[in-house]
T-cell receptor, first 111, second 114 residues
Framework: LAKTTQPISMDSYEGQEVNITCSHN???????ITWYQQFPSQGPRFIIQ???TKVTNEVASLFIPADRKSSTLSLPRVSLSDTAVYYC????????????FGQGTELSVKP | EAGVAQSPRYKIIEKRQSVAFWCNPI?????LYWYQQILGQGPKLLIQ????????DSQLPKDRFSAERLKGVDSTLKIQPAKLEDSAVYLC????????????FGQGTRLTVV
């Protein structure tokens, strides 16, 4: 399984765009990149998944460069309610695929 | 659709006692996961089921932890005997199948071992 590296913590202010980058240098050809969000006292929640280039949904955008050795989760115009821990997962999600979480990035949004 | 249900929400036990957690996944989800999350850390995968078969239990401390998923639906995770370091939140999650990265998590059971 590819190892992921993320910043331990980030601070932001309401209304700003937040970009969280995840490094995964030994990502395999068949691996996908998935991001989860976790609020205090709750289980993680799926945000977005991608393989290459850019993926966008109602919550976030995911940017993946051509070499796929990193990915960036972009949260537009954050609010206080976006304060959470964000996890980057990399893995081959087919037969035998597993969801392995790392340390995550603790995002704190201030007023 | 109903989410992943877990019970109990909280449990306090003394060390060396036993405890069991229950999980009811989303209907139709073939894959079920149990995670242990210690305060300040990411969830650690303990065991993964595909229907009623074990896909991975490499991180499960088998001398004290056991899990089963009879009939491929509900699952129970047991700890016997508990140690102080087992204090954590135990999360259950399910997904449609192994190839699906979108897993749905329950609210977890917070275990305190004193």
């Amino acid at each position: 399984l590819a190892k992921t590296t993320q910043p331990i913590s980030m601070d932001s202010y309401e209304g700003q765009e937040v970009n969280i980058t995840c490094s995964h240098n030994n990502i395999a050809t068949n691996d996908y990149i998935t991001w989860y969000q976790q609020f205090p006292s709750q289980g993680p929640r799926f945000i977005i998944q991608g393989y290459k280039t850019k993926v966008t949904n109602e919550v976030a955008s995911l940017f993946i460069p051509a070499d796929r050795k990193s990915s960036t989760l972009s949260l537009p115009r954050v609010s206080l309610s976006d304060t959470a821990v964000y996890y980057c997962l990399v893995g081959r999600y087919n037969q035998g695929g597993k969801l392995i979480f790392g340390q995550g990035t603790e995002l704190s949004v201030k007023p | 659709e109903a989410g992943v249900a877990q019970s109990p929400r909280y449990k306090i036990i003394e060390k060396r006692q036993s405890v069991a957690f229950w999980c009811n996944p989303i209907s139709g989800h073939a894959t079920l996961y149990w995670y242990q999350q210690i305060l300040g850390q990411g969830p650690k995968l303990l065991i993964q089921f595909q229907n009623n078969g074990v896909v991975d239990d490499s991180q499960l401390p088998k001398d004290r932890f056991s899990a089963e998923r009879l009939k491929g639906v509900d699952s129970t995770l047991k700890i016997q005997p508990a140690k102080l370091e087992d204090s954590a939140v135990y999360l259950c999650a399910s997904s449609r199948d192994q190839g699906n990265t979108e897993a749905f998590f329950g609210q977890g059971t917070r275990l305190t071992v004193v």
